[in-house]
């Protein structure tokens, strides 16, 4: 947040729907670099194996789901925007398109 000047606003926003403002799809990029989904600048699916894995490890049809998604945003994630930052919006908006269910601004019934 501080290398963007974020604000609690910038943060609420990410319960909306992506894409997210620039400010908060900045936060979420910086977020998902330190859970390892960002690397270089780039979507890693193998990050994303890793954030997930303790969600899905005990369910093999999870897993494979996961590896699925994984593998989509691989070839889908858009690398080019002039500004790194809206690769936030890319990946979060891949990763919701095949799994809603890690929507973290959705309640679950």
Sequence with gaps: MTSVNGTEADLE?????PPYPEKSSCILKCLLEKIGVVSNNKYSKVGFMTAVMPLVVTN????MHMKTVSENCDK?????????????????TCIFKYAPELQFNKKVH
């Excluded at 926003?13 to 729907?17: A, E, I, T, Y």
């Excluded at 093999?60 to 897993?63: A, F, I, N, P, S």
């Design 60 to 63: 093999t049809k999870k897993l």
């Design 76 to 92: 889908e994630v858009n690398h080019q925007h002039e500004n790194p930052c809206f690769l936030g919006n890319e990946i979060t």
């Design 13 to 17: 926003n990410l319960r909306k729907d």
